[in-house]
């Protein structure tokens, strides 16, 4: 994947404001980092429909962790997911916050962290500093908090399909146009979720089968889509929708894609 931020030479060479660092810093390879979370008891583990708001949480964790290890320099793009000026990536280079539900009941048990591209090693020590979250969202009280504990990498894993653990969120409005003598609907979910694999630089789908039925999990339960909080603030709602991927070749992950890839939503696990 091509560099979407300055990179890290550029970065190093950067004329920082006083008081922040200027040294080069080692450099991370891709991967993802894999953390478990824990509530006060296996009940209070956060829904998979709060995915938003733990992704969030992480986010934010990691660009305070960041900012108090470097002499309160803001976070990079890569963790933030903004350039420099403050203006936002429109390229996917930047971290993915990724709540899973591996056990499948239904409920998070962990978060990974996923860089598509090297990252210095002080993000590293950002995100690897991340103890508890806590927000007036969950259903905690100001007590308790969400434990969360670095593993370290977390396993690549490939496949030729890959299903919607978390709902896709549109980019935009589906909506007809005229096109000639013709009212044609566009924007439909497949070509958003085709546009959006094409903005990750991912191969084209030999198949997408798209799907409204609720999420089904191990032990019987399961969870609607429209059950997932999909609004971040000062947003509006957009469609949802859940799919089967089907490639040619298999496709490593992780795999997010749609308007809040990099908050959890839109996620997809291999079948």
Excluded: C
Excluded at 82 to 100: C, I, M, Q, S
Excluded at 192 to 214: D, T, V, W
């Amino acid at each position: 994947m091509a560099a979407l931020y300055p990179t890290l030479r550029e970065r190093a060479s950067h004329t920082p404001r006083p008081g922040t660092r200027s040294e080069p810093q080692r450099v991370m390879p891709s991967g993802t980092q894999r953390f478990l979370l824990e509530g006060p008891s296996p009940n209070l583990r956060p829904a998979i429909t709060e995915t938003l708001v733990i992704a969030e949480l992480m986010r934010s964790a990691a660009m305070k962790n960041y900012s108090a290890q470097n002499n309160q320099e803001p976070a990079p793009a890569i963790l933030s997911g903004k350039a420099f000026d403050g203006t936002k990536a429109l390229e996917h280079g930047h971290a993915f916050y990724l709540p899973r539900d591996l056990d499948d009941d239904g409920r998070i048990d962990h978060v990974d962290v996923f860089f598509p591209q090297p990252y210095e090693h002080a993000v590293f020590r950002a995100v690897a500093a991340i103890t508890e979250l806590w927000s007036p969202l969950l259903t905690l009280s100001r007590d308790d908090r969400l434990s969360i504990t670095a593993l370290g990498e977390a396993a690549p894993v490939a496949s030729t399909v890959w299903r919607s653990s978390t709902p896709f969120v549109f980019d935009r409005h589906p909506h007809r146009k005229t096109v000639g003598d013709q009212r044609v609907f566009t924007g439909t979910a497949e070509e958003q979720i085709r546009r959006s694999l094409g903005h990750q630089r991912r191969a084209e789908p030999i198949a997408i089968e798209i799907f409204s039925e609720p999420l089904r999990h191990r032990q019987g339960s399961r969870t609607r889509l429209d059950m997932f909080r999909r609004v971040r603030k000062h947003d509006q709602t957009f469609p949802i929708v859940g799919a089967t991927l089907t490639f040619a070749e298999p496709q490593r992950g992780p795999i997010a894609l749609g308007r809040y890839a990099h908050f959890g939503l839109g996620q997809f696990v291999p079948q």
